[in-house]
Structure formats: C-alpha cells, structure tokens
C-alpha cells in the first residue's frame, strides 16, 4: 500500500488506495499511481493555476458489482450532468494496477471537494479522486474525516496511440 498521510477505513479502502487512474486529455494521456515519486512537475497540465480535476463515476454503486448495462447508463447519466451544468470533463478509467478491474470514470475540472463528493454520492460511491500537479487524494463520499492524502505518488505520460495513416482512396 502506499504512504498515507492517515488511514482509518477498512479493508476495501485499500483498493482505493492502490488505484491507478489513466486520464484522456485532448493533447496527451496520462496515468496517476499511488507509489514512490515526487508527483509530476512539469507534466502537461490543461488547468491553469493547478486546479484540482475530481476522478468521479458511476459505476458499481455500493461497491457491489452491477450489469454492464446498468453501469453504462449510470455512467451517461453522470456525463448528462455534467454536461447540464456546463462542466469540462475527460475519459479517464480508474482500477487496479494489474489491469483486472476498472471502471469508465470522467476526470473533472470546475468543482470543489464538496461538489466532487455529492456527485459521487449521488451514484452511490464511496470515493472520487482529486488529483493535483501537486497531490493525490481520495475523498470518502460519506465522511470527511476519512479523506486520504495520498503522499507517495506519481503521474506518467502514457505512450500516444500509434497512428496509422488512412489508406488512400482507390483510383
């Protein structure tokens, strides 16, 4: 598990803890990862100022695995909001590091840590991430108390796509 600044949840909260969280911007990607770093100075950000971006979705309400179906609906639901209150948001997908788990998210910009946790409530969540040039933290849904700093971590820029050019036109 990596360095918290405190802990008091059980069990299931270390998952949270051990989550990475790949994020979709519209010039690069990159990949937030609890573990020893000194965080991303320097990576590419699109907020100015160092703005916080809330990791919120939808998925898997109570933290009991749902239908694919009721999943995807949750989820547009969450990005109907957010696009109803005019907020900018990116793809992002958050799981565990070996890639077995992972759940659609939307990384968001323009809401507070009381904001991020009422959305997040409202899909019946136990977390959202906030994520920093300068911090990594995990937002219990319920109860401040046991918000989470996460002070070992790290964001690496994710290899691009590899682009194929588009076959020409048959003359």
Known sequence: MPAVSHCTKSA??????????????????????????DGAPGLASPLVGGHTVHIVTAFNPGGRQATAYANLRAQHELLRILGLRG?????????D??????????????????QARALGRRFGQDAVFAWSPASWRLLDCAEV??????????????????????PSPAA
């Open 12 to 37: 299931p909260w270390s998952h949270y803890l051990d989550a990475v969280v790949d994020i979709a911007f519209a010039t690069h990607s990159i990949r937030v990862t609890p573990g020893p770093g």
């Open 87 to 95: 907020l900018r948001w990116w793809p992002a997908v958050g799981g």
């Open 97 to 114: 590091p070996a890639g077995t788990h992972a759940e659609i998210s939307a990384a968001v910009a323009g809401l507070d840590d009381a």
């Open 145 to 166: 108390a046991h918000d989470t700093v996460i002070t070992d971590w790290h964001a690496t820029l994710l290899a691009p796509p590899s682009h194929r050019p588009a």
